[in-house]
């Protein structure tokens, strides 16, 4: 770990650039013009960028902010709990847009590890690539990735919809408890391995299947909920889907004889 030289007279941590970490305050340096805001974040470090964009949402009551130049920074607008929209203008590192209940957040970049982790409800749209955990644990709302997506993708989803544009990694999908998936590309081995629930859409190839998830028949309201999804995010449809669920048999499986937990397994 770096250590880092406090200034005289100064207390709480700082961050590898000697910016004031827990006691810090928002930057207050916001363009505001009615009810939209931009900054830029070329020189602030990610508790700072967050500070004024909460001060703006929460204090200012602007309804649209946009952040330029973000530098791929981690843990970018985290825990916005009400509705707005903010605009990011760049990339984001890693737990991006986490925890989110009710904005609508464009990334006109990629995206690292995590993004919209825990989202409970709002949107967001990544208009490249997502890294590998791309909605962990999402519980509600949309998520939009125009490009391909990493590994395990929707890892423990419990609600809310996945929409990628390209392909999709390994394990996408893993220990799903609800929600929707809708993948255009190709997605790699063990899709929905352990999902307990919800549907995974394919226009690709799927390497394999993971555990206890199978193939079932697309009806009239999955086209529908395609349909109407890609309508709303301006979207191009392949021509056809696949749709996979979960097989069920693991959903006794404390009740098996080892015997048929072999044949399982």
């Not at 005289?8 to 961050?15: K, P």
């Not at 997502?130 to 929707?154: E, F």
Request: glycine share 16%; proline share 3%.
């Amino acid at each position: 770990m770096d250590t880092l030289n406090v200034p005289e007279g100064r207390t709480g941590r700082y961050d590898v650039r000697g910016l004031a970490e827990p006691d810090a305050e928002a930057p207050k340096i916001a363009r505001v013009d009615g009810e939209s805001a931009v900054f830029d974040a070329a020189e602030l470090s990610p508790r700072l960028i967050n500070l004024e964009l909460r001060r703006l949402i929460y204090d200012e009551g602007v309804a649209e902010v946009t952040i330029e130049n973000p530098g791929a920074r981690h843990s970018i607008a985290v825990g916005i709990l009400t509705r707005c929209r903010i605009r990011i203008n760049g990339s984001l590192g890693y737990f991006g847009c986490g925890l989110a209940d009710g904005p609508e957040i464009h990334i006109t970049g990629r995206v690292g590890w995590s993004v919209a982790e825990n989202m409970m409800a709002g949107v967001v749209v990544i208009d490249r690539n997502a890294g590998s955990l791309t909605g962990a644990a999402i519980r509600g709302g949309d998520l939009v990735v125009r490009g391909h997506v990493g590994a395990r993708t929707g890892i423990d989803q419990k609600g809310g919809t996945i929409i990628v544009g390209g392909n999709a990694g390994s394990m996408t999908g893993f220990m799903m408890q609800r929600g929707r998936q809708i993948i255009c590309g190709d997605v790699g081995g063990g899709m929905g391995d352990s999902m307990y629930d919800g549907a995974i859409y394919v226009g690709g190839k799927v390497t394999s299947l993971g555990v206890d998830c199978v193939e079932s028949e697309m009806t009239p309201a999955d086209e529908e909920l395609i349909d109407r999804k890609f309508r709303i995010y301006g979207l191009d449809r392949p021509d056809s889907f696949r749709k996979f669920v979960c097989g069920r048999k693991l959903w006794n499986y404390d009740n098996l004889e080892p015997s048929e937990r072999k044949l399982v397994l």
